[in-house]
């Protein structure tokens, strides 16, 4: 076929298999790019595998895909954790920042298709102590904490130094240890359920609320506004940055950040970054609107980082058959390269679109219609050499862990124009690859 469309699933993009094709490069950057945002989306996808056999082959086939399916859910999740543990140093600096301590706070985890996930539970492991301490320093340095009672009450003339002590300690520990149950009449167990994110400020506001209630009357009640307060009011508040956090530290830092420079999202969603930097920063709350711009953005570069990958596949599988990349061209949810061979001078070129869902268009294009024999017989064995070229992406796809399928689709008009390197005017060869194929059809090229 001269033209037509390999559709990439997108199913197989975070699991591309190190060393396969991702060796180093931009094609090792955008699969990582892929790997973040697949983690930050948190997309539950699975691949439908049909099996034909019967009897024992089937029996360990399906074994294998069972095997296949656990491994890549343990990857999955390991990944998830490196983007959330990343979120959270997020969180440490800009606490540490609003603070004014100095901290010196990790680098997040720079995904690729190389880190295995036992690399990547072990440094979650490392970094999550670090921030446990880190989060504990944090606290140790904020203002010491006044309290004022005010209104009738017994405890206008309490000193609650000794409270305030005790429950300190008792969040000092929910860095490190989360208590599998809590009990109802325990201060500090609610205390303890304190999201380990919480700022200084958070931290603080139930100290105080916990320090009174032992001089009250019905302290049971009032322990069940503390428990309120932070279960419903205060960790909902922190988990809402964290995801904010989760967000921003994806596309402010590592492959995702790399890929997506530059590259302005929908007009909607051109301000939501910004916002929801200030729900990190604790300035603004993350609305239900804003959470659902969030989510679009992430998905938006999503499709974003997808295109890359496939778009460097295309560039590296078709640069190793002899073709070079003239120029590249966007538009409208697609990325397109057009290349052509040395032998081929400026007579043809093979053009592809990447396509949003990362189908991958292609066709080649001829500046002059074929005038004879002779000509028609070049036109046919340069399909040929494109169609090869295009399958040889497919082929690279597949042994990446990628699927893919091959779909007919209406060849696309481009009216760019372009010229050949000054290089390839004195070639004089005129290869002809032996390739087998069916009859295809040429495109003319638009010489608008």
Known sequence: MSSGAVVVAPVGLPVVAAGAVLAAGAIA???????????????????????????AQLEADIA???????????????????????ARLRLVRERAERAGVALEVPRPLALSAEISPARAVQWVSEVEREIARLSAKLDAAAPPLRITVSGKTGLADADLTAELDRHRHAAARRHATRPAAVATSSITDVISLLDPDATA??????????????GRDEPSLY????RTTVVDTLNPRVRSRRLAATWVAALDDGPLAEVVAGIDPPARLRGTADALREVVAGTRELTPRLRAEGT??????????GRAFVRE???????????????????????GLRLARADWGDQ????????????????????????GDSDELVDQE????????????????????????????????VSTAWRVPESWHTSTSDTKDDIDTERPRLRERDSR
């Open 29 to 55: 950057v955008t699969a990582g790019a892929v790997l973040v945002a697949r983690a930050v989306n948190a997309a539950a996808e699975s691949a439908v595998r049909a099996i034909g056999e019967s009897g």
């Open 223 to 226: 322990l069940s506004d503390l």
């Open 348 to 371: 043809h070129s093979t053009v592809v679109r990447v396509r949003d869902g990362n189908i991958i268009e292609h066709h080649l294009e001829s500046t002059r219609a074929p005038r």
């Open 313 to 335: 596949l295309v560039r590296k599988c078709l640069n190793e058959s002899g073709h070079e990349v003239l120029d590249t061209f966007d538009g409208e949810g697609y990325t």
């Open 382 to 413: 340069r399909c040929a050499i494109a169609n090869a070229g295009i399958q040889a992406v497919a082929d690279a796809a597949a042994a990446a862990g990628v699927r893919v399928r091959l779909q007919e689709s209406p060849p696309q008009q």
């Open 296 to 305: 679009d953005l992430a998905a938006w570069a999503e499709d974003v980082a």
């Open 64 to 86: 294998a895909i069972e095997a296949a399916e656990e491994a890549e859910q343990w990857r999955r999740r390991a990944v998830t954790d490196v983007v959330v543990v990343n």
């Open 201 to 214: 400020s958070e931290r603080d506001e139930v100290l105080a609320a916990a320090a009174a209630i032992s």
